[in-house]
């Protein structure tokens, strides 16, 4: 079966410093892959998608980047972390050929966040 | 670009009783999906509904369903037979069929269910 490993689940950074969250993917090949951001009682800010190894959509120009070096791990960075970077960060996945449709009955799969607080 | 919107930020009900949860969206595009997720304290994202534009059918889950206009481009949640347990935010979300991969959503509404 599929699974989805998103870390740190909590993470408390000082204002400069850089940023990496990673998140991983099992059980499946060639999945989209996408990193969303929640503020406090917000929704959902898609950030960046990917549909492929080195493919990055960005979503919102801000100091945040991500990368997908491996075809089921999907990294988001920073070089210096802003206030306003704090957040609930979510990564999620996806069976969506286009053309196709899913391969899956679920469509949307979210890892378990991680809790950025940046001071 | 699509956008989904819900225009209650928070809702209530009394536990037995039946709640609605308004969501519009606008998109020029005639094959697509919605969703209904629901977000409880502990912050996992998980699925309670979802609909193919292309289906006139609404769907339901045992006691959730939606009410699926296309023409007005509405998707409402109805919650039956509401438990404490169904409190959380629940959000609504777009994504369109064979192009860009991008889940939408809404802001999401908060509900509170009261014994």
């Known amino acids: 079966s599929q699974t989805i490993h998103q870390w740190p689940a909590t993470l408390v950074q000082p204002v400069g410093s850089p940023l990496s969250l990673e998140c991983t993917v099992e059980?499946?090949?060639?999945?989209?892959l996408y990193w969303y951001r929640q503020a406090a009682g917000r929704g959902l800010q898609l950030l960046f998608y990917?549909?492929?190894?080195?493919?990055i959509s960005s979503e919102v120009p801000q100091n945040l980047s991500a990368s997908r070096p491996q075809d089921r791990q999907f990294i988001l960075s920073s070089k210096k972390l802003l206030l306003s970077d704090s957040g609930f960060y979510l990564c999620a996945w996806s069976s969506l050929i286009p053309g196709q449709g899913f391969t899956t009955n679920e469509k949307l799969f979210f890892g378990s966040g991680t809790q950025l607080s940046v001071l | 670009a699509q956008t989904v919107t819900q225009s209650q930020p928070e809702m209530s009900v009394q536990e037995a009783e039946t709640v609605t949860l308004s969501c519009t969206y606008d998109t020029s595009e005639s094959d697509y999906y919605l969703f209904w997720y629901k977000q409880p304290p502990s912050r996992q994202m998980i699925l309670v509904i979802r609909?193919?534009?292309?289906?006139?059918q609404n769907a339901t889950e045992n006691r959730f369903s939606v009410n699926f206009q296309k023409a007005a481009k509405s998707f409402s949640l109805k919650i039956s037979d509401s438990q404490l347990g169904d409190a959380a935010m629940y959000f609504c979300a777009f994504l369109r069929w064979g192009g860009s991969e991008k889940l939408v959503f809404g802001k999401g509404t908060k509900l509170t269910v009261n014994p």
């Open positions: 059980g499946t090949s060639n999945p989209n």
């Open positions: 609909q193919e534009a292309y289906k006139q």
């Open positions: 990917s549909v492929g190894i080195g493919q």
